[in-house]
């Protein structure tokens, strides 16, 4: 028995860029919300606020995170399409 491989078309490969780039501008923009700035003086008045801030610390790492995760897709597929050009 022989194996089908099968190859992932250009077209295929645009469409998955463009997905790419769509979800990385989300991402983008849920990290607006999570600046790092450090915390403020009122983040540390009690327990709660200092649990708040902690939380969103932890959520801007993960959309930190996903976000290196879909920038190095967006290279590896880039570089499969001839003539495409890193634009992030």
């Known amino acids: 028995m022989?194996?089908?491989?099968?190859?992932?078309?250009?077209p295929s490969l645009?469409?998955?860029r463009h997905a790419l780039?769509?979800?990385l501008a989300e991402t983008d923009r849920y990290l607006i919300g999570y600046k790092g700035?450090?915390?403020?003086p009122e983040d540390l008045c009690c327990d709660y606020h200092r649990?708040?801030?902690e939380q969103?610390?932890?959520?801007?790492?993960?959309?930190n995170e996903r976000r290196?995760?879909?920038?190095?897709a967006i290279r590896?597929?880039?570089?499969?399409?001839?003539?495409?050009?890193f634009n992030v």
């Open 21 to 23: 780039y769509d979800y």
């Open 51 to 53: 649990g708040k801030w």
């Open 14 to 16: 645009c469409a998955a």
């Open 68 to 72: 290196d995760g879909i920038v190095a």
């Open 76 to 85: 590896e597929i880039e570089a499969l399409i001839p003539g495409a050009r």
């Open 37 to 40: 700035a450090g915390p403020l």
């Open 56 to 63: 969103n610390e932890e959520i801007r790492a993960n959309l």
């Open 2 to 10: 022989g194996t089908d491989e099968k190859q992932i078309t250009q």
